[in-house]
């Protein structure tokens, strides 16, 4: 097993988060509840990457910001209605916000 990373999204509803991120291209992994009347935990991963999201109260914070890079920029925004791609020192990107106020950059390094 090789070593990586899942950071952990607060949500209200992760299946609506799910859906909303698999126009970022993620797909769902697994999912897991305690009891049919218990907070829901997601995982989605898309080419290597991984998100966990969280319905449970105190996993994690709301607002939080992630940085994704993605080989195509360009078609990752127009995922997301033509989003607005800037050009910065470090590359391009732009950013949005999921349903539940979690903050997304997401670009490609410059070649």
Do not use: C, K
């Amino acid at each position: 097993m090789s070593e990586r990373l899942a950071p952990v999204l607060r949500t209200r509803d992760a299946d609506a988060a799910a859906t909303w991120y698999a126009r970022l291209g993620f797909t769902r992994q697994w999912e897991h509840r305690f009891a049919p009347d218990l907070p829901l935990y997601v995982s989605i991963a898309r080419d290597g990457m991984e998100i966990h999201l969280s319905e449970h109260a105190g996993d994690a914070r709301p607002d939080t910001l992630l940085y994704l890079y993605v080989d195509d920029v360009d078609a990752v925004a127009a995922a997301y209605g033509g989003a607005q791609i800037e050009r910065r020192d470090w590359g391009r990107e732009f950013a949005v916000t999921d349903p539940d106020g979690n903050r997304l950059r997401i670009g490609t390094v410059p070649s």
